[in-house]
T-cell receptor, first 113, second 113 residues
Framework: GENVEQHPSTLSVQEGDSAVIKCTYSDSASNYFPWYKQELGKRPQLIIDIRSNVGEKKDQRIAVTLNKTAKHFSLHITETQPEDSAVYFCAASSSNSGYALNFGKGTSLLVTP | NAGVMQNPRHLVRRRGQEARLRCSPMKGHSHVYWYRQLPEEGLKFMVYLQKENIIDESGMPKERFSAEFPKEGPSILRIQQVVRGDSAAYFC???????????FGNGTRLTVT
């Protein structure tokens, strides 16, 4: 089955700096890669996703890149703000699994003022 | 659109009792996924269902756990004879199918005393 590795497990940045979170996946059939943000005690919420037919996608301060050859994808947050502090999860899925998401273990991001 | 509805939000059970967790998908969504999250850990896939069918239960323990998604009514995750190790947050997600984003409910936090 699919195995998703996520790094780092914790990340602390100063407000205004950029944050980068990296994930690798094992199943070459995976073709859908979402990122979720989870605040303490809350549900995971989709912040951005990318499909395997594109290499990069951007939405305001958030961007995701995908390298299919190397089987890795990354989340980039620019101009970080304290409200960006949360746990971020990457995930991968394919039609083989009915698009059931396999998640990384999460990155706890802390943005300090 | 009310979103994915899970109830109860909190559930306390004594060891040996049964826990029943309910999930109503978003309107128009026929695909339901259950995930378990232990404190400060990632989301572990348990089971994927469509109406009246279990599609993939590879992440669900073989004993004591069962899931259903009947033709009418919510999806149910049932845990029989609960043990302390079952204490976790259980999240349900739904989608209309394909590589559409999964939308998560607010979860049920199960505590076994």
């Amino acid at each position: 089955g699919e195995n998703v590795e996520q790094h780092p497990s914790t990340l602390s940045v100063q407000e205004g700096d950029s944050a980068v979170i990296k994930c690798t996946y094992s199943d070459s059939a995976s073709n859908y890669f979402p990122w979720y943000k989870q605040e303490l005690g809350k549900r995971p919420q989709l912040i951005i996703d990318i499909r395997s037919n594109v290499g990069e996608k951007k939405d305001q301060r958030i961007a995701v890149t995908l390298n299919k050859t190397a089987k890795h994808f990354s989340l980039h947050i620019t101009e970080t703000q304290p409200e960006d502090s949360a746990v971020y999860f990457c995930a991968a899925s394919s039609s083989n699994s009915g698009y059931a998401l396999n998640f990384g273990k999460g990155t706890s991001l802390l943005v300090t003022p | 659109n009310a979103g994915v509805m899970q109830n109860p939000r909190h559930l306390v059970r004594r060891r040996g009792q049964e826990a029943r967790l309910r999930c109503s998908p978003m309107k128009g969504h026929s695909h339901v996924y259950w995930y378990r999250q232990l404190p400060e850990e990632g989301l572990k896939f348990m089971v994927y269902l469509q109406k009246e069918n279990i599609i993939d239960e590879s992440g669900m323990p073989k004993e004591r756990f069962s899931a259903e998604f009947p033709k009418e009514g919510p999806s149910i995750l049932r845990i029989q004879q609960v043990v302390r190790g079952d204490s976790a947050a259980y999240f349900c997600a739904s989608s209309p199918g394909g590589d559409s984003p999964l939308h998560f409910g607010n979860g049920t936090r199960l505590t076994v005393t």
